[in-house]
Nanobody
């Protein structure tokens, strides 16, 4: 699976931003999808996951209630809507395809990251 994330940018604290990740190469609906992020000097961390059909989602506590993950299998795309952004959300965001659906799953395919910067 090839994954291409887009939609990152610079936003002020309290603002919103939407990320997209387009998949190609294999049957998209065979994979659960996740978003991870990595801030400068920190390890990559799990952000959110959505199940194969989109009916189930799970989130890291740090983003619960502010971020929404969704997918459109007809468009082979997964989304991450980020509201009420905080400076600590600043990171490179990565989409990932996984055979299993869970919080912080084992990743089978990584996409290239997209930078999100939240200014205070």
């Amino acid at each position: 699976v090839q994954l291409q994330a887009s939609g990152g940018g610079l936003v002020k604290a309290g603002g919103s931003l939407g990320l997209s990740c387009a998949a190609s190469g294999r049957t998209f609906s065979n994979y659960a999808m996740s978003w991870f992020r990595q801030a400068p000097g920190k390890e990559r961390e799990f952000v959110a996951a959505v199940s194969w059909g989109g009916g189930s989602t799970t989130y890291a506590d740090s983003v619960k209630g502010r971020f929404t993950i969704s997918r459109d299998n007809a468009k082979n795309t997964v989304y991450l809507r980020m509201n009420s952004l905080k400076p600590e959300d600043t990171a490179v965001y990565y989409c990932a395809a996984t055979r299993l659906y869970s919080a912080n799953p084992q990743v089978d395919y990584w996409g290239k990251g997209t930078q999100v910067t939240v200014s205070s």
